[in-house]
């Protein structure tokens, strides 16, 4: 199994950034996904998950702000990120949820 993550980059606050990760391998449908992130000097931590059903949960310091969804078909899982703000900055992962199967981390940086 391989995930890849992109669509990070630089944004001012405010903005918005949709984050992708293609996986392939095994079938995609049968499981739950995440996004984590990482800021420099922090623990990664868990930002938004979606089950195999599309039952989304979020941290709360991205609620209403972010939205995690999946496309099956293109066997991709989505992170919409809308007002953004500059603690947002972070290397941002996804992972099969609940295994060791990580992508490779995307830069997302939020500055004036």
């Known amino acids: 199994v391989q995930l890849q993550a992109s669509g990070g980059g630089l944004v001012q606050p405010g903005g918005s950034l949709r984050l992708s990760c293609a996986a392939s391998g095994s079938p995609f449908i049968s499981y739950a996904m995440a996004w984590y992130r990482q800021a420099p000097g922090k623990q990664r931590e868990l930002v938004a998950l979606i089950t195999s059903g599309s039952v989304t949960n979020y941290a709360d310091s991205v609620k209403g702000r972010f939205t995690i969804s999946r496309d099956n078909a293109k066997n991709t899982v989505y992170l919409q990120m809308n007002s953004l703000k500059p603690e947002d900055t972070a290397v941002y992962y996804c992972?099969?949820?609940?295994?060791?199967?990580w992508g490779q981390g995307t830069l997302v940086t939020v500055s004036s």
């Open positions: 992972r099969r949820y609940g295994y060791n199967i």
